[in-house]
T-cell receptor
Framework: ETGVTQTPRHLVMGMTNKKSLKCEQHLGHNAMYWYKQSAKKPLELMFV???????ENNSVPSRFSPECPNSSHLFLHLHTLQPEDSALYLC??????????????????FGSGTQLSVL | RKEVEQDPGPFNVPEGATVAFNCTYSNSASQSFFWYRQDCRKEPKLLMSVYSSGNEDGRFTAQLNRASQYISLLIRDSKLSDSATYLC???????????FGTGTRLTVIP
């Protein structure tokens, strides 16, 4: 499936590096998300963009900086990360603005993720 | 208290067995409920939505108990390909956020 594509699949970076994760969705959805998945922890929502506006920022450190230039693309810029930031970073999209309720529109479609290792 | 709690398992069952997972949620305002499946080193994928009346999709049956705030997933006639982690997910109405459980690991043994 190529509905949501993420690059790179794997990334190793030092604590002083700057890198970016890229996500693109081909589903015509209006909301995009960044999630972090660490071992033995539930998926943690980092950021939500709805109609290209950031609507959620769940107390994420400033060393993570999202960018959503349009409804199909989402970036996560990484700078001076720490080893504890090593995790699987998942992008997702949905047809959901959060303004109403529709079970059909709340389904998340995930990209394959970026496995990040910070040395 | 966690928004969503699941037994992490692992559940190791033989092929053909019936297995059930439960999940509890803390927020009574939760409106939408889902089960996602995540294979090792892969992304989560929606398995099924959970409705108040319960719903069935082939060998999979999902139930919701609002009074007790729990959701269940029943898998009948387990297949080797059912081996995965099953994530319980809940959402409040009008909120752009899904709350995930840590997942329950299932291994179906030949």
């Amino acid at each position: 499936e190529t509905g949501v594509t993420q690059t790179p699949r794997h990334l190793v970076m030092g604590m002083t590096n700057k890198k970016s994760l890229k996500c693109e969705q081909h589903l015509g959805h209006n909301a995009m998300y960044w999630y972090k998945q660490s071992a033995k922890k539930p998926l943690e929502l980092m950021f939500v963009y709805s109609l290209e506006e950031r609507v959620e920022n769940n107390s994420v450190p400033s060393r993570f900086s999202p960018e959503c230039p349009n409804s199909s693309h989402l970036f996560l810029h990484l700078h001076t990360l720490q080893p504890e930031d090593s995790a699987l970073y998942l992008c997702a999209s949905s047809q959901d603005t959060g303004r109403g309720w529709s079970a059909t529109n709340e389904k998340l479609f995930f990209g394959s993720g970026t496995q990040l290792s910070v040395l | 208290r966690k928004e969503v709690e699941q037994d992490p398992g692992p559940f190791n069952v033989p092929e053909g067995a019936t297995v059930a997972f439960n999940c509890t949620y803390s927020n009574s305002a939760s409106q939408s409920f889902f089960w996602y499946r995540q294979d090792c080193r892969k992304e989560p994928k929606l398995l099924m939505s959970v409705y108040s009346s319960g719903n069935e999709d082939g060998r999979f049956t999902a139930q919701l108990n609002r009074a007790s705030q729990y959701i269940s997933l029943l898998i009948r006639d387990s297949k080797l390909s059912d081996s995965a982690t099953y994530l319980c997910v809940v959402k409040k109405a009008g909120a752009n956020n899904l709350f995930f459980g840590t997942g329950t690991r299932l291994t179906v043994i030949p």
